[in-house]
């Protein structure tokens, strides 16, 4: 599995990152075809459409964040890595006890495009 780090040294990986989608939307996209006219966006017409996206999963010890690779049949966890202390308790504020896996946004989103994007 990939860290922060390896990512940094892909450009073609970071290139292919949808910095917008979202847990939900991934859902509603790939998994709920009969949905995708709605947006207009982006439709998935078959197994070759993927997205690479990031989320924060809040099921284990501490927050997670997974870089995921998502077609209609499967998703792939590509890296796994820990959020900075900085921006961990700001998370844990955010959500509380509440596990489940989340978008990134704010300043953990920030921080990852500056880190991704700007090396």
Avoid: C
Wanted: aromatic share 10%; glycine share 6%; proline share 3%.
């Amino acid at each position: 599995m990939m860290q922060l780090n390896d990512i940094k040294k892909d450009t073609k990986l970071i290139n292919e990152i949808n910095w917008d989608m979202t847990p939900e939307e991934a859902v509603r996209l790939y998994l709920e075809w009969g949905n995708n006219w709605a947006s207009g966006n982006y439709v998935i017409r078959s197994k070759n459409d993927v997205t690479h996206y990031f989320v924060i999963n809040n099921w284990g010890e501490t927050p997670q964040i997974y870089l995921l690779r998502r077609n209609s049949e499967t998703v792939d966890e590509i890296a796994q890595f820990d959020l900075p202390d900085r921006l961990l308790d700001d998370f844990i504020n955010s959500v509380g006890t509440h596990k489940g896996v989340y978008a990134i946004e704010g300043n953990i989103k920030s921080w990852l495009q500056e880190e991704l994007m700007h090396q």
